[in-house]
């Protein structure tokens, strides 16, 4: 079986489509400032052609963000960043921002981290859909397990928040990558993106460390990789190590 959607990869930010070209993506993501500060994006030099191009555009958005914290220094800051980043990708063209679920720090009730959630959707519109990715680790994580997750998108589901599933996350924090897409869509009831990423370590690690699709150093079968990506059917990116991306979304189609 073919995969009927877009495949492609993260790629390097100041010329996504040229990267495209050389791996054979047909989707790109990409960041729209240093994913580890807090500057606002910047208008992106090749707008105009991603704007017109054939290729899918998704945004990751700053690592540093933060939206369930607890500390008024980060979340307010982080829900800044959100409308920010959010309006920079549609510029693009973008089919939606990527923003890891966060956590609270430990001692912290995640229930409050789930209310900050609610009110980032409350309090604002974006330009883009927001799609929350699930993360390695955290005990008090927003997106790390799926009865955290259930809680979340009791909170946020009837906003019309996205869901973006990274398989490494999902085999670090320990959920069964065979049943994981009806087990996710039984939560959220949909899956926006799928970051398709092998694990250099094994399940419940918790360690967030990408490996290739294929090339034999990842922990997951590639074989249940390309078994999700089937069974989502959700446009795929690979954040793999750059050498091998090609090779991924070679073996993804089939």
Request: net charge negative.
């Amino acid at each position: 079986m073919e995969l009927a959607t877009r495949v492609g990869a993260h790629v390097r930010d100041d010329d996504p489509l040229t990267t495209a070209g050389e791996v054979g993506a047909d989707a790109v993501q990409f960041f729209l400032a240093d994913p580890q500060g807090w500057k606002k994006p910047q208008p992106h030099p090749h707008a105009e052609d991603l704007v017109a191009s054939d290729v899918e555009v998704f945004i990751h958005s700053p690592y540093v963000l933060n939206v369930a914290s607890l500390n008024n220094r980060i979340r307010i800051p982080s829900r800044k960043g959100v409308t920010q980043h959010a309006e920079a990708a549609a510029t693009v063209g973008a089919r939606g921002l990527v923003v890891h679920g966060g956590h609270v720090r430990k001692g912290e009730d995640p229930a409050e981290g789930v209310a900050n959630w609610r009110k980032l959707f409350e309090r604002s519109s974006f330009d883009v859909p927001i799609l929350i990715e699930n993360t390695a680790g955290g005990d008090s994580a927003m997106a790390r397990d799926l009865d955290m997750l259930a809680r979340l998108w009791d909170a946020v589901g009837e906003f019309g928040a996205g869901f973006c599933l990274d398989t490494c996350h999902a085999h670090a924090a320990g959920w069964d990558l065979t049943t994981v897409v009806d087990d996710v869509m039984a939560i959220t009831g949909r899956i926006d993106l799928v970051h398709l990423n092998n694990s250099r370590d094994e399940a419940g690690s918790q360690r967030d460390r990408h490996a290739n699709v294929v090339g034999g150093e990842g922990a997951i079968d590639a074989e249940v990789l390309r078994a999700v990506a089937l069974a989502a059917q959700a446009p795929v990116i690979v954040e793999t190590p750059p050498d091998g991306q090609r090779d991924d979304i070679a073996y993804l189609r089939g």
